[in-house]
């Protein structure tokens, strides 16, 4: 059984290297998304010079190293080299992990005039009350939380769609958080 499971070079290069995998496998990329407000809207609690950097720089390499690790993947594909298509797989996750959870955090900040930096009303502060006791018991698990991780990483509040509640996920360095997509 277990030599059924094995696969020759000249195979997995062959199943790379196909007409049809190369007519489905376009190299696309990914570029910067504007933020739905300026810069410094969020002063005094965040300024816009922070805003700025963390949003052009910070956001921007990111993508930057996400699409260079797509193009290095694409030509890898196309060459039959399933070792480097393999050795990638931890850049494309980082990068694109990092890419994605700083789109997720951008459109969760909101101006004041826009209800942000306000406790949450409606539905969802109800379902903070019946899911965690209080805004602020949800705070305080949500900072426990983000004290456990070692080195970096993400607190998210979402739904859980099977559980119909809300629940906390945390997710080390840029680990993507698609359980709430």
Known sequence: MALRSLATIKTLSQGLNS???????????????????????????????????????????????????????????????????????????????????????WKNLAPIWEGGGEPPKGSLGWAIDRNFGSLGSLIHNINAEGAALQGSGWVWLGVDKELKKLVIQSTANQVACIRFL
């Open 19 to 105: 007409t049809r995998l190369a007519q489905y496998r376009a190299l696309q990329t990914f570029s910067l998304p504007d933020l739905p407000y300026d810069y410094g809207v969020l002063e005094p609690i965040i300024s816009g010079e922070i805003m700025q950097l963390h949003h052009q720089k910070h956001h921007q390499t990111y993508i930057t190293n996400y699409n260079k690790a797509l193009e290095q993947l694409h030509e890898a594909i196309q060459k039959g080299d399933s070792s480097t298509v393999v050795k990638l797989q931890s850049a494309i996750k980082f990068n694109g992990g990092g890419h994605i959870n700083h789109s997720i955090f």
